[in-house]
Nanobody, 124 residues
């Protein structure tokens, strides 16, 4: 059974940094597409970044150059390094995993496994 658990969220001032972790179990990180999504109050869930089974990465335009997604093959941990955070980055952040090839990395309907989320708050 695939289980995903996020950690690392918190409150930071604008310009600060956070590193989110998604601890996974029950799956081979090398065989899954992994993604980070976020959802702010009153808004739909948005794709932030994804890393394919071959290591190819994708980013939303709004975070390109500021966020970096990576995975640790040894312990099936997914990471999201976030720098130069902005108030508009405030949201609940979720990690997701999917075994089959994705049509679109940022389509949350295509991911089957989800974590519970970790809150990121950026103050101006």
């Amino acid at each position: 059974q695939v289980q995903l658990t996020e950690s690392g969220g918190g409150s930071v001032p604008a310009g600060g940094s956070l590193k989110l972790a998604c601890a996974g179990s029950g799956y081979n990180v090398n065989s899954y597409c992994l993604g980070w999504f976020r959802q702010a109050p009153g808004q739909s869930r948005q794709g932030v970044a994804a890393i394919a089974d071959d290591g190819t990465t994708s980013y939303a335009d709004s975070v390109q150059g500021r966020f970096r997604i990576s995975k640790d093959k040894a312990d099936s941990t997914l990471w999201l390094q976030m720098t130069n955070l902005k108030p508009e980055d405030t949201a609940m952040y979720y990690c997701a995993a999917e075994e089959v090839n994705l049509g679109r990395w940022d389509n949350d309907d295509e991911y089957y496994h989800w974590g519970q989320g970790t809150q990121v708050t950026v103050s101006s």
